[in-house]
Every structure is written in C-alpha cells, then in structure tokens.
C-alpha cells in the first residue's frame, strides 16, 4: 500500500510565527514546524505536505483539492477557526479525517476564541502545546489512519 499522505494547511498570519508576539506564540518559525513535521513522518510512515495561505478561499479550495491526493487534513485555521464557515463546509464535504491543531490554549484566552466552527466534524483538537501541538497531532491522525474501521 502507498504511504498515507496528510495535508498541513495553516490559516492567516501564521507566516509571521517567530517574527511577532513570541510570549504568545513563541519564536518557532514556520519553517521550522513544517521541518519537524516532515521529519517525523519519516517515523511515522507517511507523507506530509504543507500549504499556508493568509486567503479563506484558498484555504477552502486546497482542502477541496486534497481529495484524491490525500488521506487526512492536518489543520490550524488560525482567526479563520472561529469565523469560517466557508472552511467548515469544505472539510465536512471532503469527508476526509481532520485533525484540528492550535499552538496556543484558545480556551484560556479571549471568549470569541473559545468557540471553533471545526471542532464538531473534526476527529479531535489538541490545543496551547506551541509547535508540538503539531506534531501530537499528526501522531494522533496516522494513529487514527491506521485504527479507523472500514465501512
Ligand atoms: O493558537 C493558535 O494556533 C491560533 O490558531 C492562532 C491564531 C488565533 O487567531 C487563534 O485564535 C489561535 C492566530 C495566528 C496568528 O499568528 C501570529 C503569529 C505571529 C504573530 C502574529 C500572529
């Protein structure tokens, strides 16, 4: 069987990671978190390929185009997270296994934070880990790959 592959899609602002607010977000780049992702998929087994857009359509139509490529969704929306129906339409409609990743705990911050338009058709959330939320997240979606029960 081909190795699965995941798609990272990260949401506005994300670009500026390690460059701006470092107490909230830290000083990991994007780069980086992108590099550690690739190599943990070698452990891991599978493929992973990376996209960031600062465009909600963009966004949508790169999970539309994940169908017949890919094998799950790997997902910070960032701000789109709270606001985006159009991106929940989108993985509701691919019907893919998302995992939805924050870097900070958006519970602990402002109210219209705590609210995810994804969270509902996703397989699970993990959330205020910084980078590492990532990587726990794609563990966590090849170990559902490799679990989940046919139809
Ligand atoms: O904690 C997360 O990962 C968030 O998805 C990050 C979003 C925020 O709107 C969510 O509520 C939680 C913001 C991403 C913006 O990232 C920046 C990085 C550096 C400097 C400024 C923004």
Same mark, same amino acid.
């Given at each position: 069987? !081909?190795?699965?592959?995941?798609?990272?899609?990260?949401?506005? !602002?994300? !670009?500026?990671?390690?460059?701006?607010?470092?107490? &909230? +977000?830290?000083?990991?780049?994007?780069?980086?978190?992108?590099?550690?992702?690739?190599?943990?998929?070698?452990? @891991?087994?599978?493929?992973? $390929?990376?996209?960031?857009?600062?465009?909600?359509?963009?966004?949508?139509? *790169?999970?539309?185009?994940?169908?017949? $490529?890919? $094998?799950?969704?790997?997902?910070?929306?960032? /701000?789109?997270?709270?606001?985006?129906?159009? &991106?929940?339409? *989108? @993985? /509701? /409609?691919?019907? @893919?296994?998302?995992?939805?990743?924050?870097?900070? !705990? &958006?519970?602990?911050?402002?109210?219209?934070?705590?609210?995810? +338009?994804?969270?509902?058709?996703?397989?699970?959330?993990?959330?205020?880990?910084?980078?590492?939320?990532?990587?726990?997240?794609?563990?966590?979606?090849?170990?559902?790959?490799?679990?989940?029960?046919?139809?």
């Amino acid at each position: 069987m !081909n190795l699965p592959s995941i798609l990272v899609l990260h949401g506005p !602002n994300l !670009n500026l990671l390690g460059q701006r607010e470092p107490g &909230i +977000y830290g000083t990991i780049t994007l780069d980086s978190i992108n590099e550690q992702l690739l190599t943990l998929a070698q452990t @891991l087994d599978c493929k992973v $390929h990376c996209h960031q857009s600062n465009h909600e359509g963009d966004l949508v139509d *790169a999970i539309q185009n994940a169908v017949g $490529h890919d $094998h799950g969704i790997l997902i910070n929306a960032a /701000a789109y997270t709270h606001t985006s129906v159009a &991106i929940r339409d *989108a @993985l /509701a /409609a691919v019907a @893919l296994p998302v995992v939805e990743v924050h870097l900070s !705990n &958006i519970y602990r911050r402002e109210d219209f934070r705590h609210h995810s +338009y994804i969270a509902p058709i996703v397989v699970g959330q993990i959330s205020g880990f910084g980078a590492q939320s990532y990587t726990l997240g794609l563990q966590a979606l090849i170990y559902h790959l490799q679990h989940q029960t046919s139809p």
